[in-house]
């Protein structure tokens, strides 16, 4: 008999809890044509429409990226996949060790003191970033390595120094990348 009721009802409401989805973040699926040597082009923030070789996938799903420095001026960076074209191209970045360091705390920005000084919040003179020796000389191993590989490739070079846009006439749907 569809629709009766129960005849019989708890004294109390028994509350049961509910499971929580806290902490059990699932990993990030990077898409099949990323992988690390991948040159990918990057779609936002300050160096869009440049070419970037793609070393690791990081823990936290972002992939960390070099122009090498020396060619294009992209420094090691983390990049959200939703934020770069893979291109066809392909790099053999298996002799490039990147250092154990290098993981997602070490782009961690340093936390400031909670105290925000009326004084400071209208300063107005801004303080240049300051890179730490550690990170020029992390660029400068990767860079020296990722350079042997790329001057052994004809044209690559000036590819990956050449920035990527669209006219009026292209289709980037029809598009080879």
Do not use: W
Not at 34 to 43: H, Q, R, S
Not at 58 to 78: A, E, F, M, Q, T
Not at 146 to 175: C, G, W
Request: glycine share 6%.
């Amino acid at each position: 008999a569809k629709g009766k009721s129960a005849r019989m009802y708890p004294a109390d409401d028994v509350a049961v809890a509910k499971a929580s989805r806290k902490g059990t973040r699932a990993a990030t699926k990077v898409r099949a044509t990323i992988t690390p040597g991948t040159v990918v082009i990057l779609l936002s923030g300050r160096f869009r429409g440049k070419r970037a070789v793609c070393l690791k996938i990081l823990d936290s799903g972002l992939l960390l990226v070099s122009g090498p420095y020396k060619v294009n001026g992209i420094p090691l960076k983390r990049v959200n996949q939703a934020y770069v074209i893979a291109t066809s191209t392909k790099v053999d970045v298996s002799s490039v060790k990147v250092p154990a360091t290098v993981n997602d705390s070490y782009f961690a920005q340093s936390k400031s003191n909670g105290t925000k000084s009326e004084e400071k919040f209208f300063d107005n003179e801004r303080k240049a970033a300051v890179v730490s020796d550690q990170r020029k000389a992390d660029q400068k191993s990767v860079d020296a390595a990722l350079l042997k590989i790329v001057a052994k490739e004809p044209m690559l070079k000036q590819y990956l120094n050449a920035k990527f846009s669209l006219t009026k006439n292209d289709r980037p749907h029809n598009m080879k990348f």
